[in-house]
């Protein structure tokens, strides 16, 4: 389906290059316009988020962008959230979480906007972390990761920004190396369940594979105030479309 290829590649590139994987555009789509039930379109659009992920990884970790400690972390506590979040998504609708995760999505985005220069001054120390802190946010990246299909970056993102002192770009790219690490579980978790629509699979994963390495580029040549502004864009959009899913019921 090109039409998927195009929308893949597009969600990648911009998924990618605020860290955030691409699945928060690609959930509503699945489900607004090829009505796909709520598990088979999260198990879908992570197919499109480990293929955006990995070639968006490898570019970063070209660069040298990645704190790769922070994403082992993540990761160690990832693995066991993504397959709950996998089995939890066949008996909860979750509305009201939604609800009020966008809300604080909103929040986040908001105090990005208006203090992105203070964030920015803040990042002095990239070791500045708590390892069990790190192993908590990997576990719940996990999950929300396989629970909506999103790819657990609308949770990273805000935790490395507030829990961590790394740079806007590392964020970013620390991020998308995280969500390569979880975001298979679930997917894999997914497939054992029959919730991954493969015909949608395909070409979304084909889109994501040549659009996650440009939206890593593109991210590189960004200035951190710039980026933290495309974040703050990107976890708006993720919150308008949590809540907008449950149009369809």
């Known amino acids: 389906m090109l039409w998927l290829f195009i929308i893949g ?45 990995l070639g968006g990884s490898i570019e970063n970790l070209l660069q040298k962008r990645v704190n790769v400690r922070t994403g082992w972390l993540i990761t160690a506590g990832g693995i066991p959230g993504g397959i709950l979040g996998a089995l939890a998504v066949k008996h909860s609708t979750a509305q009201l979480f939604d609800w009020l995760f966008a809300a604080f999505l909103i929040a986040v985005s908001v105090d990005i906007v208006v203090n992105r220069q203070k964030r920015l001054h803040e990042r002095r120390d990239a070791e500045r972390k708590n390892p069990g802190g790190m192993l908590a946010m990997g576990l719940v990246v996990g999950f929300v990761s396989s629970l909506f299909g999103v790819g657990g970056g609308v949770i990273l993102i805000p935790s490395l920004l507030y829990l961590t002192a790394l740079p806007a770009h590392a964020i970013t ?35 994501g594979l040549l659009g996650g390495p440009v939206g890593a580029r593109l991210s590189a040549r960004v200035k951190s105030p710039v980026l933290l502004l495309c974040v703050a864009v990107a976890l708006t959009i993720a919150a308008i479309a949590m809540v907008f899913r449950h149009i369809t019921g």
Do not use: K, N
């Not at 969600?11 to 959930?27: D, E, H, P, Y």
């Not at 998308?176 to 395909?202: E, K, M, N, R």
């Open 9 to 53: 590649f597009i969600a990648s590139v911009f998924g990618s290059m605020v860290g955030l994987g691409g699945g928060f555009i690609m959930v509503p789509i699945l489900r607004l316009m090829y009505g796909l039930s709520p598990p088979v379109a999260a198990g879908t659009s992570l197919a499109l988020v480990v293929a955006s992920s």
């Open 173 to 207: 790219a620390t991020s998308q190396f995280a969500i390569l690490l979880t975001s298979p579980v679930g997917l894999i978790t997914h497939a054992f369940q029959s919730d991954v629509a493969w015909s949608y699979a395909a070409p979304l994963a084909a889109g």
